[in-house]
């Protein structure tokens, strides 16, 4: 069984910057993909971003050039550095990891961004 523990998030003004951790634990051989999405209440979980092993990476168009995803393989975590936040970003943001042809989700972690 794996575990993901996100962290990170939190309320902040518009403008401003957050960084998300998502540490994944467990029965853990090789983490491949590793991803962030986020969702509103009523709304569809959508991608964020997502890196794979190797480092590639893609991103949503709406936060291209704001956000960043990277990680650390031998921590087996996964961060989403965030800045020039918008009130639009505020969200419950999940991170999706890859284990062994299996994904497993996070528990959420919720950003507030005030204008």
């Known amino acids: 069984q794996v575990q993901l523990r996100e962290s990170g998030g939190g309320l902040v003004q518009a403008g401003g910057s957050l960084r998300l951790s998502c540490a994944a634990s467990?029965?853990?051989?090789?983490?491949?993909?590793m991803g962030w999405y986020r969702q509103a209440s009523g709304k569809q979980r959508e991608l964020v971003a997502r890196?794979?092993?190797?480092?590639?990476?893609s991103y949503a168009d709406s936060v291209k050039g704001r956000f960043t995803i990277s990680r650390d393989n031998a921590k087996n975590t996964v961060y989403l550095q965030m800045n020039s936040l918008k009130p639009e970003d505020t969200d419950v943001y999940y991170c999706?990891?890859?284990?062994?042809?299996?994904?497993?989700w996070g528990q959420g972690t919720q950003v507030t961004v005030s204008s």
């Open positions: 890196i794979s092993r190797g480092g590639s990476t």
């Open positions: 999706r990891v890859e284990v062994t042809g299996r994904w497993y």
């Open positions: 467990g029965s853990i051989f090789s983490i491949n993909g």
